[in-house]
């Protein structure tokens, strides 16, 4: 089987440049290709298999892997040492004819990897379609072709049959101008404002928007000349590069997680297209260390990508995900098509600190990070389309932490007739520069008020129930922490990382509870609890590397009044959930 990657010692001013960046890509197309099916049109290496079945699955490997081959391929002009084009064009004569592909039809996954097909053949046009023999790209074009009669999925997946589309105009079968039509106007209906998209006809907000909503859109572009606004997609890059923090991680939060380096993929895009507001040496240094961060951490074994995180992680997965499914981590490697003359590749790396917070109205999300610590913090006030999912239904997520199953991190529960009732979905009431509200119903006739305020690496959370409530709340969890409870207290420790949960009004007990299956970032896990009967609870949750801002708690007429140990002050307003700040 294939070791680690085997990479050339980067440059002492980079985290990893574009040698890097092709020795993985290498590394991983080869390893896949070492999976193949007798005729080529199946790529399926060992592990799970999606609720598609194994024939599908066989079909992403090789759509997927094709993409990753594809940008490299055109990166580097054709130049193909390794015989990626022949071990291709095997697997399309195959699965139009011998290993029969899957047909596709309505929503069905078949569609989703023509789009990387298409993508690929286009990228790779002179050098592989242009050399099929007639009679197989007649049978491709066939098999595509029902990509653009089919019903998707209501979400992004009307930019596949958009895609496939393109592709097929000007070879010749032009019948896609409605679909283009409908597919786009359709996806339209997802803008919610300054380049934030909801995966669908809902709020779920997370990477789709930009390895999907952005992604798509702009490689028309760039690969058909088809029109395409800049705005929404600077305005995005704005918001997206406090997704990452100064190590390489990324916010562990949504769905496909697996994909993990795919999430760089709107910053090479921005690049491409000569739009993006990052500096150039900036796209490179978090690129880079994301992907650095993950091939350290095991993500890669055996040639391969595994179907999880740091490794094989069953939660991290949705029933979709199939061995293969991770290979759409190659639209992170998109940097690949660019020159290596390229400013991204040649700029010295820049990094630029986001230690205030960042609110994002659209989605409903408050980012915060603190002096001198690297850990990117999500609050969601705004993400509700997934109610129950751990990756989704969270109070806040975070670059260093992941979501535990049993018990529930950053939760807060009322008991209701013998069953702790979460946060089912919510409704989002405002923002502000340092804090987020929303109320939600726990319960039938349990309505909860919810606001967030930040400041460092703290955040203190402010919950009004109906009176008499008993609530049980939750903090973050760390993988392998060592716990300590002193009164309403309860700190975890691992290393130089910590979690404190501090209980200020309302709350009666805490404790330290046991996650044996853990987190993404390893098992077991500790996840702080707070317990308390009443109509309003407040605490202060802290995460990172640094000592957190500390805070008081008092009740008000209309709310609560926060001060910070700086002095500073937030009057929160639970009539109208609003918060306003006086400086000390």
């Known amino acids: 089987m294939h070791p680690a990657p085997s990479l050339p010692a980067p440059d002492p001013s980079s985290t990893w440049g574009r040698a890097q960046w092709e020795a993985v890509a290498d590394h991983l197309v080869d390893g896949i290709l070492a999976?193949?099916?007798?005729?080529?049109?199946?790529?399926?290496?060992?592990?799970?298999?999606?609720?598609?079945?194994?024939?599908?699955?066989?079909?992403?490997?090789?759509?997927?892997?094709?993409?990753?081959?594809?940008?490299?391929?055109?990166?580097?002009?054709?130049?193909?040492?390794?015989?990626?084009?022949s071990a291709y064009a095997e697997g399309f004569d195959a699965g139009t004819s011998t290993e029969p592909w899957p047909a596709i039809v309505d929503r069905g996954q078949p569609l989703v990897e023509a789009a990387s097909l298409v993508i690929g053949l286009r990228l790779t046009r002179a050098w592989l379609w242009d050399e099929l023999p007639d009679p197989v790209r007649q049978r491709v074009a066939d098999w595509l072709s029902a990509g653009v009669r089919v019903e998707p999925v209501d979400n992004n997946w009307w930019l596949f049959s958009v895609l496939v589309a393109d592709f097929l105009e000007p070879i010749g079968i032009d019948d896609g101008a409605a679909v283009r039509e409908r597919g786009l106007a359709r996806v339209e209906s997802f803008h919610v404002g300054r380049g934030w998209y909801s995966d669908g006809p809902n709020r779920s907000f997370d990477y789709y928007n930009g390895w999907?909503?952005?992604?798509?859109?702009?490689?028309?572009?760039?690969?058909?000349?088809?029109?395409?606004?800049?705005?929404?997609?600077?305005?995005?890059?704005?918001?997206?590069?406090?997704?990452?923090?100064?190590?390489?991680?990324?916010?562990?939060?949504?769905?496909?997680?697996?994909?993990?380096?795919?999430?760089?993929?709107?910053?090479?895009?921005?690049?491409?297209?000569?739009?993006?507001p990052v500096p150039a040496g900036e796209t490179r240094r978090i690129a880079s260390a994301t992907l650095k961060h993950f091939v350290a951490r095991g993500a890669i074994r055996d040639g391969v990508w595994t179907a999880g995180w740091y490794g094989p992680h069953e939660p991290s997965l949705q029933a979709y995900s199939g061995s293969a499914s991770p290979y759409w981590a190659a639209k992170g490697f998109l940097g690949l098509v660019l020159p290596p003359t390229h400013p991204v590749w040649t700029e010295p790396e820049t990094s630029t600190r986001h230690d205030d917070p960042v609110s994002l109205p659209e989605p409903g999300f408050l980012l915060h990070r603190a002096p001198g610590d690297g850990t990117a913090r999500l609050v969601n006030h705004g993400s509700t389309d997934h109610p129950g999912d751990p990756l989704y239904d969270r109070i806040a997520y975070s670059s260093r932490t992941g979501p535990t199953v049993d018990p529930a991190d950053n939760t807060f529960a009322v008991l209701v007739d013998g069953v702790w009732c979460g946060r089912p979905a919510l409704e989002p009431t405002g923002i502000g520069p340092d804090w987020a509200a929303s109320r939600h119903v726990a319960a039938p006739g349990v309505v909860v008020d919810a606001v967030s305020v930040v400041r460092g690496a703290s955040e203190v959370r402010v919950h009004r129930t109906p009176p008499g409530s008993v609530v049980r709340h939750t903090g973050w969890p760390l993988a392998g922490a060592a716990a300590t409870t002193d009164d309403l207290v309860v700190r975890t420790t691992v290393g130089a990382m910590s979690s404190e949960l501090v209980g200020l009004l309302g709350?009666?007990?805490?404790?330290?509870?046991?996650?044996?299956?853990?987190?993404?970032?390893?098992?077991?896990?500790?996840?702080?609890?707070l317990h308390g009967t009443g109509d309003l609870f407040v605490c202060r949750v802290a995460l990172?590397?640094?000592?957190?801002?500390?805070?008081?708690?008092?009740r008000t007429d209309r709310g609560v009044r926060i001060t910070w140990s700086d002095g500073t002050t937030h009057n929160v307003d639970l009539d109208d959930l609003s918060v306003v700040r006086s400086d000390a």
Not at 56 to 85: I, N
Not at 228 to 255: K, T
């Open 35 to 85: 999976h193949r099916s007798p005729g080529g049109a199946f790529l399926r290496p060992p592990g799970r298999t999606s609720w598609s079945g194994p024939v599908s699955d066989g079909l992403e490997g090789f759509a997927r892997s094709f993409l990753l081959a594809a940008f490299r391929l055109a990166g580097a002009g054709g130049a193909d040492p390794r015989g990626w084009l």
């Open 212 to 276: 999907a909503m952005h992604f798509y859109p702009g490689l028309r572009s760039y690969l058909f000349g088809h029109a395409f606004d800049p705005a929404r997609l600077v305005s995005f890059l704005g918001d997206h590069v406090h997704f990452f923090d100064h190590d390489g991680g990324m916010i562990h939060f949504g769905r496909s997680l697996t994909y993990r380096v795919a999430s760089v993929a709107p910053l090479w895009l921005g690049a491409l297209l000569d739009v993006s």
């Open 507 to 529: 709350y009666e007990s805490a404790e330290a509870l046991d996650a044996p299956e853990g987190t993404a970032f390893g098992r077991p896990a500790v996840v702080p609890a």
């Open 544 to 554: 990172g590397e640094t000592e957190s801002p500390t805070a008081t708690a008092e």
